[in-house]
C-alpha cells in the first residue's frame, strides 16, 4: 500500500516515515503543500497523513485542493491544534481521522490501518473490475463488453486494468508512465497515447458508448456517460 505522508518538521517526517516502511507501507514524503500536489497528480495512493501546519498551505485547504484534484483516498489528519472547532472543521472538509500532536506511532499505525480497512474493496471487487457494460475479470486475466470477449495484449489489459480501477479519475499521461510502464521520468514518448488509440480501437467501436474520454492536455478517463 502506498502513502503519501505531509509533514514539515524533519524530525516527525523521518521517524514517522521509517516507522511505516517498517510496517510494510510504500511512504513518499512531502515537506510542503505543492510538492504534496505535485506527487498527488503523479500517483495514485491508498491514503494520505497530512499535517495541518505547513509553510506554504493551511493544512485544511490543502485537503480540500487534493480532494478537488480528485484524491479519494482516506487522510489522517495530525495537529497541535486541539479545539473541538478545528477537528470538526478538518472532519468536514475532507478528511477520515484526526490524531492530535504529540502522538504515539503506534496510535498513528492503528488509526491508518482502520482507515484502509474501511476503505479496502471486497473479494468480488478485487477479482472483477466493471465500469458501464465492461468488466475485468482479474483472475481469467481477460475483458469482455457486453459479454464478448477483447482480444487485449498483456500491456493493454494493464492499461485498462489501471483505468478500471481508477474509473472517474483523471488519469495523467505520467501517471501512466509510472504504474503501467515503470517509467518514472515521462521521456519524450508516445507509447501512452499509442496503447489509447489501440485501446479505444477495441473497446469503443462503433454502436457502442464510449468510454476512454481525452481530457486534451490533462490525460484521460474512463467512465460512462
Same mark, same amino acid.
Given at each position: 500500500m502506498r502513502l503519501l505522508f505531509i509533514e514539515d518538521e524533519p524530525e516527525i517526517q523521518s521517524f514517522v516515515k521509517r516507522s511505516l516502511e517498517e510496517a510494510g507501507y510504500q511512504v513518499h514524503a512531502a515537506d510542503d503543500g505543492a510538492t504534496a500536489l505535485s506527487l498527488a497528480a503523479k500517483h495514485v495512493y491508498d491514503g494520505v497523513i497530512a499535517d495541518l501546519n505547513l509553510p506554504d498551505y493551511d493544512g485544511i485547504e490543502l485537503i480540500r485542493e487534493l480532494r478537488r484534484s480528485g484524491v479519494t483516498a482516506p487522510v489522517l489528519i495530525l495537529s497541535a491544534r486541539r479545539s473541538v472547532d478545528d477537528r470538526v472543521k478538518g472532519l468536514e472538509l475532507g478528511g477520515d481521522d484526526y490524531l492530535t500532536k504529540p502522538f504515539a506511532v503506534a496510535e498513528l499505525l492503528a488509526r491508518m490501518r482502520n482507515l484502509l480497512r474501511r476503505n479496502a474493496p471486497n473479494e468480488e471487487d478485487v477479482t472483477r473490475l466493471r465500469v458501464a457494460d465492461l468488466e475485468l475479470d482479474m483472475l481469467k486475466r481477460r475483458a469482455t463488453r457486453a459479454g464478448e470477449v477483447l482480444n487485449? @495484449? %498483456?500491456q493493454e489489459f494493464g492499461l485498462l486494468e489501471y483505468l478500471c480501477r481508477h474509473a472517474g479519475r483523471v488519469v495523467t499521461r505520467s501517471m501512466l508512465l509510472a504504474e503501467v510502464w515503470g517509467m518514472h521520468i515521462q521521456p519524450d514518448t508516445n #507509447? #501512452? !497515447?499509442?496503447? /489509447?488509440?489501440?485501446?479505444?480501437? &477495441? /473497446? !469503443?467501436?462503433?454502436?457502442?458508448? %464510449? +468510454? /476512454? &474520454?481525452? +481530457?486534451?492536455? /490533462?490525460?484521460? #478517463?474512463?467512465? @460512462?456517460s
Open positions: 487485449l @495484449s %498483456p #507509447v #501512452v !497515447d499509442v496503447h /489509447i488509440y489501440r485501446l479505444r480501437g &477495441k /473497446i !469503443d467501436v462503433e454502436g457502442r458508448e %464510449p +468510454l /476512454i &474520454k481525452t +481530457l486534451r492536455g /490533462i490525460g484521460y #478517463v474512463l467512465k @460512462s
